[in-house]
Antibody, heavy 122, light 105 residues
Framework: EVQLLESGGGLVQPGGSLRLSCAASGFTFSTYAMAWVRQAPGKGLEWVADIAGDGSNVKYGDSLQGHFVISRDNSKNSVYLQMTSLRAEDTAMYYC???????????????WGQGTLVTVSS | IQMTQSPSTLSASVGDRVTITCRASQNIGVWLAWYQQKPGKAPKFLIYEASTLESGVPSRFTGSGFGTEFSLTISSLQPDDFASYYCQQYISPPWTFGQGTEVEV
């Protein structure tokens, strides 16, 4: 059974940093791209970033590159999201999700974690 | 690529046939997925390639469409189906979602 468990969320002041982690199990982790998707309170889903199975290719949503960095450690079956210069508009639930098909150049998310809440406020 | 869903909210009753529409701002072929999300829960993957049901998804869910016009139909709404639904294009990044459709009682 695929399981994704996010951690690292919390309350942070504007301008601060936070590192989210997602521990994966139940599948061959290094084969699949992984993604972070966020959802602001009462709003829709927004793709944040994704990373290829071998970590060779990363992509970011508009205006997020340089603000967020996605990485992975296949020896630990984990994917990370380093967030810096956080702003109030980054307040959201952050979900870790697994790509459905490896190495096809597309991102459709067949398993999701339960999310970790990030609140940016003074 | 912008994804636009309609309606934003849909009021329905158990047993109703409901249809949600998703429009893409450019041709995305069949590269469209649908997700279901219940309050306080993570999204659940329902449909890919516009019309293929993910394993375990009830057959009352049907996806259709190609190019720029897509729809998700629930043939007979069940109590478990009251939720929000999102479409997502995956022909090219940035991967984008529709704004969501809430199916309410």
């Amino acid at each position: 059974e695929v399981q994704l468990l996010e951690s690292g969320g919390g309350l942070v002041q504007p301008g601060g940093s936070l590192r989210l982690s997602c521990a994966a199990s139940g599948f061959t982790f290094s084969t699949y791209a992984m993604a972070w998707v966020r959802q602001a309170p009462g709003k829709g889903l927004e793709w944040v970033a994704d990373i290829a199975g071998d970590g060779s290719n990363v992509k970011y949503g508009d205006s997020l590159q340089g603000h967020f960095v996605i990485s992975r450690d296949n020896s630990k079956n984990s994917v990370y999201l380093q967030m810096t210069s956080l702003r109030a508009e980054d307040t959201a639930m952050y979900y870790c999700a697994k790509d459905q098909i490896p190495n096809d150049g597309r991102l459709v998310l067949d398993h999701w974690g339960q999310g970790t809440l990030v609140t940016v406020s003074s | 690529i912008q994804m636009t869903q309609s309606p934003s909210t849909l009021s329905a009753s158990v047993g109703d046939r409901v249809t949600i529409t998703c429009r893409a701002s450019q041709n995305i072929g069949v590269w469209l997925a649908w997700y279901q999300q219940k309050p306080g829960k993570a999204p659940k993957f329902l449909i890919y390639e516009a019309s293929t049901l993910e394993s375990g998804v009830p057959s009352r869910f049907t996806g259709s469409g190609f190019g720029t016009e897509f729809s998700l139909t629930i043939s007979s709404l069940q109590p478990d189906d009251f939720a929000s639904y999102y479409c997502q294009q995956y022909i090219s990044p940035p991967w984008t979602f529709g704004q969501g459709t809430e199916v309410e009682v």
